[in-house]
T-cell receptor, first 115, second 114 residues
Framework: EPEVTQTPSHQVTQMGQEVILRCVPI?????FYWYRQILGQKVEFLVS????????KSEIFDDQFSVERPDGSNFTLKIRSTKLEDSAMYFC?????????????FGSGTRLTVV | AQKVTQAQTEISVVEKEDVTLDCVYE???????LFWYKQPPSGELVFLIR??????QNEISGRYSWNFQKSTSSFNFTITASQVVDSAVYFC???????????FGAGTILRVKS
């Protein structure tokens, strides 16, 4: 069964450093997403991306965040200057189309720890 | 605005008991999709079911069953004869027809003791 692949599985970074979280969505999917889950809390939407641009973003997704699809396969989330409160599990997801007739596949997540 | 409420923060049961996890949702759309995900201690999100708003049939999959009631805006999840491996956090989620994001509930921690 096709998978969404995320790397690394765990990243530790110093406060103020830039991090890039990487995702390889399912190849025929067109919509890509990032979600965040702070430890012990619910999963929160960050941003969706379609046709090489952001289609929707949440209030959490401020200027320190950016997304990019640098080539035909990768989808990245960059956090420019990490803060302690950015420590969380970050999930990438992809779907065939926005109306979810065909489901919505999540990656296994990247656990980001900011120290 | 869409919202999902899982009022049960944590449930503890003994193995072989049946358990129902509640989910109540709010949406203005007439077409929407409801999901349940399981998050085991390893942290990944495991898809369990998707239901669209036009299909109110209840569904059974092995020990799992789902009761969708539009009249009460609820999409409850029952595990029959629970097992220790069912211990996890369970999330209910909603997406609207013309949105392209999932809105998650706060999750219910299920602990099944042997």
């Amino acid at each position: 069964e096709p998978e969404v692949t995320q790397t690394p599985s765990h990243q530790v970074t110093q406060m103020g450093q830039e991090v890039i979280l990487r995702c390889v969505p399912i190849s025929n999917h067109l919509y890509f997403y990032w979600y965040r889950q702070i430890l012990g809390q619910k999963v929160e939407f960050l941003v969706s991306f379609y046709n090489n641009e952001i289609s929707e973003k949440s209030e959490i997704f401020d200027d320190q965040f950016s997304v990019e699809r640098p080539d035909g396969s990768n989808f990245t989330l960059k956090i420019r200057s990490t803060k302690l409160e950015d420590s969380a599990m970050y999930f990438c997801a992809s779907s065939v189309r926005a109306r979810y007739d065909y489901g919505y596949t999540f990656g296994s997540g990247t656990r980001l720890t900011v120290v | 605005a869409q919202k999902v409420t899982q009022a049960q923060t944590e449930i503890s049961v003994v193995e072989k008991e049946d358990v129902t996890l509640d989910c109540v949702y709010e949406t203005r759309d007439t077409t929407y999709y409801l999901f349940w995900y399981k998050q085991p201690p390893s942290g990944e999100l495991v898809f369990l079911i998707r239901r669209n708003s036009f299909d109110e049939q209840n569904e059974i999959s092995g020990r799992y069953s789902w009761n969708f009631q539009k009249s009460t805006s609820s999409f409850n999840f029952t595990i029959t004869a629970s097992q220790v491996v069912d211990s996890a956090v369970y999330f209910c989620a909603l997406s609207e027809e013309y949105g392209n994001k999932l809105v998650f509930g706060a999750g219910t921690i299920l602990r099944v003791k042997s």
